[in-house]
């Protein structure tokens, strides 16, 4: 497919436990945005990509989330040791360039249950 | 500090009736700003991109509107139809910024 493809769609974990979020971006898209969304609520800046840099992280709500992009296309972000608070939709999103013209496109997310 | 406020936060119509929803911004300097559709369990889909220079665009039954002085924008719905039922989200960007600045958003309930 040639949209933003998330895995995996739904993910429960016990308190405590490490996650890993994968996002795949469509190809050739520079810029990578997660966010995360609470129910009822609009999406929230967590951390930006461009290329393989992270060039803002200033959204990531404690040191327990950590995001990568080492090559430049797929992302991982990292919730450890994971708290009931952290229960949301994680959506990845990529555009094309660098600048405010192009739109983001979404993934349709991860929903995320700690339990 | 939230620079985004968007109303009504919900809104239920009857099919075939037009909609209006409002966004009010405060971001500065003043880039760009988008409006989103975003189904139940979907990532938001972009419908709309309004730069400071347009007062209006239209896209089919959507029509988007922006006065930049007083930093208002709205997404006029003509003729709902059942489909049309999703959160519809503002998102202003402002000049300098990688990162756009997402509304809470409006529920729309389109009935039959």
């Known amino acids: 497919g040639a949209g933003v493809s998330q895995s995996p769609r739904y993910k429960v974990a016990k308190r405590g436990q490490d996650v890993a979020l994968r996002c795949d971006p469509i190809s050739g898209h520079v810029s990578l945005f997660w966010y995360q969304q609470a129910l009822g609520q609009g999406p929230e800046f967590l951390t930006y990509f461009q290329n393989e840099a992270q060039l803002d992280k200033s959204g990531l709500p404690s040191d327990r989330f950590f995001a990568e992009r080492p090559e430049g296309s797929v992302s991982t972000l990292k919730i450890q040791r994971t708290q009931q608070e952290d229960s949301a939709v994680y959506l990845c999103a990529s555009s094309l360039g660098t600048g405010g013209d192009s739109p983001l496109h979404f993934g349709n997310g991860t929903r995320l249950t700690v339990t | 500090k939230n620079q985004v406020e968007q109303s009504p936060q919900s809104l239920i119509i009857l099919e075939g009736k037009n909609c209006t929803l409002q966004?009010?911004?405060?971001?500065?300097?003043?880039?760009?700003l988008r409006w989103y559709k975003q189904d139940t369990g979907r990532g938001p889909v972009s419908l709309t991109i309004?730069?400071?220079?347009?007062n209006t665009k239209s896209n089919g039954r959507y029509t988007a509107t922006l006065d930049a002085d007083t930093k208002q924008s709205s997404l006029h719905i003509t003729a709902s139809q059942l489909s049309d039922s999703a959160s519809y989200i503002c998102v202003p960007r402002s000049g300098g910024s990688y990162i756009p600045t997402f509304g809470r958003g409006t529920s729309l309930i389109v009935h039959p």
């Open positions: 966004c009010n911004y405060t971001v500065s300097p003043f880039s760009n």
């Open positions: 309004m730069t400071f220079s347009e």
